[in-house]
């Protein structure tokens, strides 16, 4: 036996699977990371040793959480093969990459190139490795981690801090590295950068200096 659908549903139902798509196109992941490009953040660089040798990424998802205890989060995409090398260890480096540190950036979220390569850093006691040149940096241990989506969120408690506020930060904003304007160091004469290496993701449209 066949049955017949009616015309009017059928219309129905490709109006409804084409609001669906339109739907899934809004929040697609392309786009929402377009719009979460809208917000503004510094770019942080994760590092430790593993076997004596510096393995970290870059990481622009930097919150600060809590003051006492004092708790920082970074959120680590499920598809990092950097993370899983770095989540078991005991201290973990969280660098706040400074201005001149865009090459550093690109660098270390590079695939291809030897992240750490031409890099200034230094490691702690327990292993963190720190860049030099950083506006800040935290020496922290994995408290908790969170499985969020397709990211966990990693929240780390802050063992040792410092700040250079001479040192402005760098800024990354609508997949674009930017300085603060009127930021101290922004009126210090630098040599330019040299061309960033290409980041797997998020993609980096360019580089633009504020004025
Ligand atoms: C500016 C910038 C910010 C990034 N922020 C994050 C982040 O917060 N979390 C994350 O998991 N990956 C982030 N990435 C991507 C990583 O740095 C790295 O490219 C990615 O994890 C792929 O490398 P892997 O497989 O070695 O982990 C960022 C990349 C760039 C260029």
Request: hydrophobic residues 45%; charged residues 20%.
């Amino acid at each position: 036996m066949t049955t017949t659908v009616p015309a009017k549903d059928l219309a129905q139902d490709q109006r409804d699977a084409a609001e669906a798509g339109r739907a899934e196109q809004a929040l697609s992941p392309a786009r929402l990371r377009q719009v979460f490009s809208a917000f503004p953040t510094g770019v942080t660089a994760i590092a430790a040793l593993v076997d004596g040798v510096p393995v970290g990424l870059a990481a622009n998802s930097f919150t600060a959480v809590s003051l006492d205890p004092p708790l920082l989060t970074v959120c680590m995409a499920h598809t990092s093969t950097t993370w899983p090398l770095l989540a078991d260890l005991p201290r973990l480096g969280v660098s706040v990459l400074g201005a001149d540190q865009e090459h550093a950036c690109a660098q270390l979220a590079s695939r291809s190139a030897d992240r750490f390569a031409d890099l200034d850093w230094h490691a702690t006691d327990g292993g963190a490795v720190l860049l030099d040149g950083a506006t800040a940096w935290f020496d922290t241990s994995v408290e908790r981690l969170i499985r969020a989506g397709d990211h966990d969120i990693v929240l780390l408690r802050i063992r040792a801090m410092d700040a250079d506020h001479d040192v402005a930060p760098l800024v990354f904003h609508g997949s674009r590295f930017r300085r603060l304007a009127g930021a101290r160091s922004d009126t210090a004469e630098r040599p330019a950068p040299a061309a960033p290496t290409a980041p797997t993701a998020p993609p980096i449209a360019g580089t633009e200096e504020s004025s």
